[in-house]
């Protein structure tokens, strides 16, 4: 076969212009997506630099005026500022705004008092920080806007907010611009080069396999594909000159193949047999497969109770760390104003008693929340009557310090006469698994106003608790799953998916109870009831229709 090395009769070839074309296109992609996913991260990575500058110069600030902010000394707050913003050119302003509403601005060689924060600041001022680039309207350019809220002994005193100048980031911005077009232009210019260069490699090999093809199809069974070189598609080559020397023996095979047919369909009667055999067997210890399965399922549902345990220890751990924090940081500064105290001459027996009496109801408080841990997992073997209030306070306790530190607000609303019997243990263990679901579902949504409220109410039949949350609800194709046992929409590592499964299985199963699941207008709301007559109680949950999930 003749070959050709004029450009235009190659690209005449419809198959070159297919690889030509495959390779430029899937080269150029790689490249903008490069470009595509790389400035995102760029500027990301830019903000975070900045943010990671003004973090660290507010918690300096924070620290260094720890002192001046608890006496009220403005002149030092304000000398300090004046000393970072000399020392920080790209520092436009520091202003420190007071719970009590007070406002000192500080700028470059100068400060005022302002009677109170400019509305377009006042948004940045909550429980975290918030760092954003925004068009600052008093100095008329866009500055990154840092905001912190400064915490002095557990009590919020205010906040600081930094304004820095965008300089060196739209300078960055622009010089990355700038690389990435400079690449790509120069990107495009290899690519054609080498898309052409790949397509021609491949298609001459490609085209001579083509015409021995043709050759074969007419009946021609003495040639061959010519061998050039050693890659893959001379092994397609080497494969495909074997494939024709097969093809004169493809008579004889199929002789063959008739013959093995026929000792294959006998092979397979005595298959069959021997399967009805198998299956005469397995009719007759039907009944012991009955049983091993039925203690399988027994076995299974206590595997699923012990994880369900377990994973609710894991949370409660997390929440002790919650609940310790606070009081531990709190005794760290009883033994850091001993130790000033000490220093300054000043430690006398009234100074020493009050720390000591500090420190005791600190580390009374820790162990109490270590007897709440014991309490929660402690096994009750019998039936005992409990108040559904103290119930849902004893768990609030257990949860509270995680729910403040994420923001998350607690509203209650029960009716402290409603008794119940049953398994306390078991019914906290319930309350427990659906704050815990509600919590990490406002974590993951975030809305604006994080929000649980538990309700307890009685009706004519029935006493009731009422769970919800404003996460946005529970979409309609995962809502009637979520009792599933091993179901979880959590990623991977963060949930076991039984929790909502063992609390159906102790409220209806242990308890007489229900447990349902439906959406409100803000969220999901769960709702527990207990039957106030004998008739009402619901022991066989498949059979009643009212134990389906709802979804509003």
């Not at 719970?99 to 509305?119: N, Y």
């Not at 549902?301 to 994880?307: G, K, T």
């Not at 109410?457 to 949350?469: A, F, G, N, Q, R």
């Not at 242990?510 to 207008?521: F, K, P, S, T």
């Amino acid at each position: 076969m003749q070959r050709t090395h004029n450009f235009t009769s190659t690209f005449r070839k419809k198959i070159f212009r297919q690889i030509f074309f495959s390779f430029l296109l899937s080269l150029l992609f790689l490249i903008v997506f490069y470009a595509l996913a790389t400035f995102p991260m760029q500027k990301n990575s830019l903000i975070e630099v900045m943010h990671s500058e003004a973090k660290t110069l507010a918690n300096s600030i924070s620290l260094v005026c720890e002192d001046a902010m608890v006496n009220d000394d403005d002149s030092f707050i304000v000398e300090h500022n004046l000393a970072v913003i000399a020392k920080n050119p790209k520092i436009y302003n520091i202003t420190v705004t007071k719970r009590d509403g007070t406002v000192i601005k500080t700028q470059k060689e100068k400060w005022e008092l302002l009677e109170q924060l400019p509305s377009q600041l006042t948004q940045f001022q909550k429980r975290h920080e918030v760092y954003k680039i925004i068009d600052e309207k008093q100095i008329g350019k866009k500055v990154f806007h840092y905001t912190m809220p400064v915490v002095i002994s557990g009590i919020d005193w205010g906040w600081i907010h930094i304004d820095f100048s965008l300089a060196q980031y739209n300078h960055n911005i622009k010089t990355m611009y700038l690389f990435l077009l400079s690449l790509t232009l120069g990107s495009v210019v290899i690519i054609l080069a080498v898309s052409y260069l790949l397509a021609r490699y491949i298609l001459i090999p490609l085209l001579e396999l083509t015409d021995t093809a043709k050759k074969v199809a007419k009946g021609n069974l003495n040639v061959t594909v010519p061998i050039r070189r050693d890659d893959e598609i001379a092994d397609l080559a080497r494969d495909f000159n074997i494939m024709i020397k097969n093809l004169a023996h493809s008579k004889e095979k199929l002789r063959r193949s008739h013959d093995e047919l026929e000792k294959r369909v006998e092979e397979r009667t005595r298959a069959l047999a021997e399967k009805s055999q198998e299956l005469e067997e397995l009719n007759r210890n039907l009944d012991k497969r009955v049983r091993e399965e039925s203690e399988k399922s027994r076995k299974n549902e206590q595997l699923l109770i012990q994880q369900s345990r377990q994973a609710a220890m894991g949370e409660m751990i997390g929440n002790i760390a919650h609940q310790w924090r606070q009081p531990l940081n709190a005794l760290g500064l009883v033994l850091q104003n001993i130790y000033f105290s000490y220093q300054m001459d000043e430690l006398d027996d009234e100074f020493m008693e009050k720390s000591i009496d500090k420190g005791k109801k600190l580390t009374a408080t820790m162990s109490k929340t270590i007897d709440d841990f014991r309490n929660f997992f402690k096994p009750n073997k019998i039936k005992e009557h409990f108040m559904i209030s103290n119930i849902v306070h004893n768990t609030i306790e257990l949860v509270d310090a995680s729910f403040r530190n994420h923001t998350i607000s607690l509203e209650t609303e029960l009716d402290e006469t409603l008794e119940l019997e049953g398994y306390p243990s078991e019914f906290s263990q319930v309350v427990l698994n659906i704050l815990s679901n509600a919590k990490d579902a406002l974590i993951q949504k975030d809305p604006p106003d994080k929000r649980v409220r538990i309700k307890s109410y009685k009706t004519d039949d029935e006493i009731v608790l009422e769970i919800s949350d404003n996460a946005g609800g529970i979409p309609k194709n995962v809502i009637e799953r979520i009792f599933d046992p091993y179901f979880t929409t959590k990623e991977e590592g963060k949930g076991t998916g039984i929790g909502l499964y063992m609390s159906k299985t102790i409220i209806e199963q242990n308890m007489n109870g229900r447990l349902e699941v439906h959406n409100d207008a803000e969220g999901v709301r769960f709702t527990i009831r207990f039957a106030l007559h004998e008739e009402m109680q619901y022991a066989d949950i498949e059979d009643n229709p009212s134990l389906k999930v709802k979804d509003e």
